[in-house]
C-alpha cells in the first residue's frame, strides 16, 4: 500500500529530508483526453470526422504513404460534410504531390521564404528614389 503524498512547500525541507520527497508526474493530455472524448459522445458526425482526421493526421506524421492513399480512397465521402467532403477530394487529386512530400526531406520553404522577403521590401520600399538603393537593398538579406 502506497503512502498518501503530502503537499507542502519546498521551503519546509531541509536537505537531509530530501530523499523522502516522491516525484509526482502528471499526463497533462489525460485530461484533454477524457474532455476531447465526452464531446465527441455528444455528436456522433462530429466523431466520425475527427476519427478521420486524426488518422489523416497519424498517417502524415509517420509518413505512411500507402496507409493515408489507402484512407483517402476507401472513405465514404457521403458520411462527411461539404467542407470534409472538399478537403478528401483535394487531397486526392494532390496524392502524388503528397507521396512526393512524404519520400523526399526536400521542400521550397526556403525559396518560398525568399519570395516572400522581396514582396515585403517591395511594399516597404514603394517610395525610394533611387533604384541602386531600392536593389541594394534587396541584396542585404
Do not use: C, W
Not at 507542502?8 to 531541509?14: A, G, L, V, W
Not at 470534409?84 to 521564404?113: D, F
Amino acid at each position: 500500500m502506497h503512502e498518501p503524498l503530502r503537499i507542502t512547500s519546498i521551503r519546509n525541507y531541509h536537505l537531509k529530508n530530501l530523499k523522502k520527497v516522491k516525484t509526482v508526474t502528471i499526463d497533462m493530455n489525460a485530461g484533454y483526453v477524457n474532455v476531447i472524448n465526452e464531446i465527441l459522445d455528444y455528436d456522433e458526425d462530429l466523431k466520425t470526422h475527427y476519427h478521420l482526421y486524426q488518422s489523416l493526421l497519424e498517417h502524415v506524421k509517420e509518413k505512411n504513404f500507402t496507409a493515408l492513399s489507402e484512407v483517402l480512397n476507401t472513405v465514404n465521402s457521403s458520411l462527411y460534410l461539404r467542407y470534409m467532403k472538399t478537403s478528401i477530394k483535394t487531397l486526392k487529386k494532390l496524392l502524388p504531390y503528397i507521396r512526393h512530400s512524404l519520400m523526399y526531406q526536400y521542400n521550397n520553404g526556403r525559396t518560398e521564404g525568399t519570395n516572400n522577403k522581396i514582396k515585403v521590401l517591395n511594399r516597404v520600399a514603394y517610395g525610394y528614389r533611387n533604384l541602386h538603393n531600392f536593389k541594394r537593398s534587396y541584396f542585404r538579406f
